[in-house]
C-alpha cells in the first residue's frame, strides 16, 4: 500500500509512517488462519510559502488577480510523490503614482525629460520609479510667459535719465 500522510489498516490501526513488519490474522475461506503483512510505505504532503511582490496587481498561480497585499491566498497543488502540496500566497502590492508638475516660465523651460519647451504644455508626461519600484508616471502642466520688446521714443532737452538710470546728454539708440 502507499498512501498520503497515514494509512488505516484492517486491524484498525492508523500508521502515520512506512511499515512492513505490522500483521494481522483472518480466516479464509476454508475456516484457516490466514496471516496477511502490510507493506506500507508513507509519502508525505508538503505546504510552501511563495513570497511575492508585485505593482499594482499580480495574478497568481490560482488564476485570481489580486491588487492588494494578500497572504492567507492558498492553492493545492500535487507534489512529486503525488500527495497534497499546499502552498500560501505571501504577496505585497505597490502601488504606481501619478503627479502634475506646475511649472511657469519665461520664453522657454527645460523639464525633467530633457525636452526645453517655447510654448504652453499640459500633455506631456514622464515616467520615473518611486520609493518602491513602480512607475511614478508625472504630468507637465506649463505656462509660458513670453518676454516683451519694445522701442523707447523720447525727445528731450539737454539731458535724460532713463529707466536704467542712466543720464543721457546727447542722442542714443
Given amino acids: ?93 505597490n502601488n504606481s503614482n501619478t503627479a502634475t508638475d506646475v511649472q511657469t516660465a519665461c520664453d522657454s523651460y527645460t523639464w525633467i525629460n530633457g525636452v526645453t519647451y517655447t510654448s504652453s504644455n499640459n500633455t506631456a508626461t514622464d515616467t520615473l520609479t518611486n520609493t518602491n519600484g513602480c512607475d511614478s508616471v508625472v504630468t507637465l502642466n506649463l505656462t509660458i510667459n513670453n518676454s516683451n520688446t519694445g522701442t523707447d521714443v523720447i525727445t528731450s532737452c539737454d539731458s535724460y535719465t532713463w529707466i536704467n538710470g542712466v543720464t543721457y546728454t546727447s542722442s542714443n539708440n
Avoid at 503483512?37 to 511582490?53: A, E, F
Fill in 1 to 93: 500500500i502507499t498512501s498520503c500522510d497515514s494509512y488505516t489498516w484492517i486491524n484498525g490501526v492508523t500508521y502515520t509512517s512506512s511499515i512492513n513488519t505490522a500483521t494481522d490474522t483472518l480466516t479464509n475461506a476454508a475456516g484457516c488462519d490466514s496471516v496477511v503483512t502490510l507493506n506500507l510505505t508513507i509519502n508525505n504532503s508538503t505546504t510552501g510559502i511563495d513570497t511575492q511582490t508585485a505593482c499594482d496587481s499580480y495574478t497568481w498561480i490560482n488564476g485570481v488577480n489580486y491588487t492588494s497585499s494578500n497572504n492567507t491566498a492558498t492553492d493545492t497543488l500535487t507534489n512529486a510523490v503525488g500527495c497534497d502540496s499546499i502552498v500560501t500566497l505571501n504577496l505585497t502590492i
